[in-house]
């Protein structure tokens, strides 16, 4: 099975920046996601992660270390409408097929 | 324009009265998955299929099942509706199974009464 750990909720202030961690245990990794879920809405795909390093996208960026399984997404400029749960999933194989398993998500809280 | 859609946004049902939620796609993918989603909890994966091919997780209930008449949609039934299945179940699709990304439909809130 697999074990993925994250913060549940973080306060940041609007313009700062905040770094979401993620922490996995998983036998057959093939890749990290980071999805954005705002209040009773679905989740929205922010970045993926399969090879060691950052990717940046814009004011996000995600990081991937596989030896460590270790994860994280780093916002910049803070705004307020980045108030949402940030989920962390994995991607391995399991039983012949490639499964994606989420973390329970961390609920960030942007203050002015 | 709706990428994945999903019929009805919300839904009322009664203890153990079957229903049926619905999802549909535009993207012409192959996979599409079945999620369950509890308040403050992660995304729950309860099965998905691969063009025909369905894969259901091991842990979950029997009282839930899955039909894909068509490439472009699938359907969840539960078939004896509890208190403990309201929840917002979320319809995912993507273009085989390793990539980038996996498009969320805007979820169906299941509330039984």
């Known amino acids: 099975g697999q074990n993925i750990d994250q913060p549940t909720e973080m306060t940041a202030t609007e313009g700062a920046i905040v770094q979401i961690n993620c922490t996995y245990q998983?036998?057959?990794?093939?890749?990290l996601f980071w999805y954005q879920q705002h209040a009773g809405e679905a989740p929205t795909f922010l970045s993926y992660?399969?090879?060691?390093g950052l990717e940046e996208k814009g004011r996000f960026s995600s990081f991937l270390s596989r030896s460590k399984g270790y994860s994280y997404l780093l916002l910049k400029e803070l705004q307020m409408k980045d108030s949402a749960s940030y989920l962390c999933?994995?991607?391995?194989?399991?039983?012949?097929?490639?499964?994606?398993?989420f973390g329970i998500g961390t609920k960030l809280q942007v203050i002015p | 324009d709706a990428m994945v859609i999903q019929n009805p946004r919300y839904q009322v049902t009664q203890f153990g009265k079957p229903v049926t939620l619905s999802c549909s796609q535009t993207?012409?993918?192959?996979?599409m998955y079945w999620y369950q989603q509890k308040s403050s909890q992660a995304p729950k994966l309860l099965f998905h299929?691969?063009?025909?091919?369905?894969?259901n997780e091991a842990d979950t209930p029997d009282n839930f099942q899955s039909r894909r008449p068509n490439t472009s949609f699938c359907f969840l039934d539960i078939r004896s509706p509890g208190l403990g299945d309201a929840a917002m179940y979320l319809c995912?699709?993507?273009?085989?199974?390793?990539?980038?990304?996996?498009?969320f439909g805007p979820g169906t809130r299941l509330l039984v009464l």
């Open positions: 992660n399969v090879l060691d």
């Open positions: 999933a994995v991607r391995a194989n399991s039983g012949g097929y490639q499964k994606v398993t």
């Open positions: 993207l012409n993918h192959n996979v």
């Open positions: 998983t036998s057959g990794f093939n890749g």
């Open positions: 299929y691969y063009d025909k091919d369905f894969n």
């Open positions: 995912a699709t993507s273009r085989g199974q390793g990539s980038r990304t996996q498009y």
